[in-house]
């Protein structure tokens, strides 16, 4: 066992499949190659897993997890239990870029009307807090990415499995008279594989297989400044400790600062800390600094150039700022790949997942989840396909039954990027404590939504319809009542931009 593994966590792991002799390379260490590694070595997938990065990399602040990985966790004894350690649950709390508070804090629980309570559910830690007798309702889970990233590879290594760090794949090939797909990586050398997964998020090489060339990124002339670090560093303020509060039983609350549109150069920020530390971001115009990279840092003085122009942005948060570590403050640049509806190559043996065949705004809260869930699903349909002769129609099952559901929640991220969370779009001009799209981010039909059941119950009929397109196919992991459409980015922010609803067919809060 690694060093870095936890002495202290079970070491119990899950029953595994019996095996299908498939051999499976999965490209990328991120948490979605790390989540399909687990989840494939427990359907009985052969599993190496590759990353370029030369060992495990820690960057990185928060992000959110969905209930449907939460319960997916249920079958691994460690991660269940230390997911439990590791995770908030913030409330939420509206404020002015003045940090005025508007409104909050308000818990973000979301109960389902539907009755259904499943023993699985009821045995999870956050499921039925706060209910009425017999409702079921989800709270938002936040957790540190460095924190969350350990946990799986932590996992990863107790079954056995290491991630291979140090290698960079420039391409990806198939070669149909073997039946495999492979990699090259950038010292030349070749490896080969039954299936090859896509999971080296954004940019990844593997578009040029799957849609036969790169996807065009275009940036939303927007960039985040974000940070993460130690609570220690603030302790002796008090007026921080003050401000940047907590619930009276310890639990963060996320204040999320809006302006009325771009107010100076920024347009929200948000501040939170927990026990271990604060967090903090601001959402500005693109600058020199800013690009889409984890690794590249920035300095506390960029961001007081954007601060500065902001009317009556309180002192107490360019502090939070200053005392930032060299290391740990990044400008990440917010931009956009439209929906791309074709995840896998012809033959079907190289699929992406994750962020390599779908990018989120951070206002979506999704990009971790999406990515989590297209393990659990693809790993299931591995399973459900049985042998190395169905993997094409498993990784386009796979994508049949993902790809409408992750453009809902794409789409909601822009609502929520081009209207300050929703806030601009209710009318009223009164700051609402759940505004429409977090109710819809929240709603059951995300929450509910059990990717590898889903697998088990759609996938022949999926793939009925693949192979004959009269064959008629509704997914149910989407808004009730929504029928996909093509949409694009340039015209929903447009639209949005000019005041207009955007088309949610269907009903999307339940
Ligand atoms: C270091 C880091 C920190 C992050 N911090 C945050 C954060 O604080 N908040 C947030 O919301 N999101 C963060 N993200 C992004 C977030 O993890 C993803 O948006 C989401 O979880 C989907 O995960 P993914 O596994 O698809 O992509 P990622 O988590 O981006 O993982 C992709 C992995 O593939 C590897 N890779 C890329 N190219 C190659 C290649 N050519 N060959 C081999 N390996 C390759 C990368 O090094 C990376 O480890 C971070 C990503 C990284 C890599």
Redesign the pocket.
Known sequence: MSPHADKNATTAVPKRESALGISVLI????????MAALEMWRQGLDVQI????TSR???????SISHTIIRAFNKWPYLRKKNQEITGHPSLAWHNLKGERLNGPTDMIYPSPKVDNSKEDADNANINKNNKEGEVSSSLYRHS??KF?LMLETQLEQIGLKVQYG????RYFETPEDEKAGVELEDGTTLKADLVVA???????STKITLGKEVPARSTGLSVY?A?YPVGIIESDPEILEKIDTTPDGESIAQLWIGDSLQGDAITAHFARNKDEITWAITHKVSKGSSES??KTVVPEDVFKVTSTIEGWPDYANRVIALTPKDKLLDFELVWRDPQPIWTSSSGRVVQ????AH??L?TAGN??S???EDAISLAKCLRIAGNKENITEATKVHNKLRYERVACLQKLGICNQATQYGQKSSGSGETKSKPKYIRMLMAPWTWKHDPENYAEEKYHDALAALKDDRVPFQNTNVPHGCVHKPWNFESLLKSLEDGAEPDLEGDWES
Do not use: C, M, N, Y
């Open positions: 490209v990328g260490g991120g948490v979605a190659g790390l590759i990353e370029r990065s990399l820690t960057a990185g602040d928060g992000f990415r460095p990233h290698k960079r794949v420039v999971a080296d998020g954004i940019g990844s090489h974000r993460a984890w690794s997942i994750g962020d390599a990018t989120f951070p990009g971790a999406q990515g989590l």
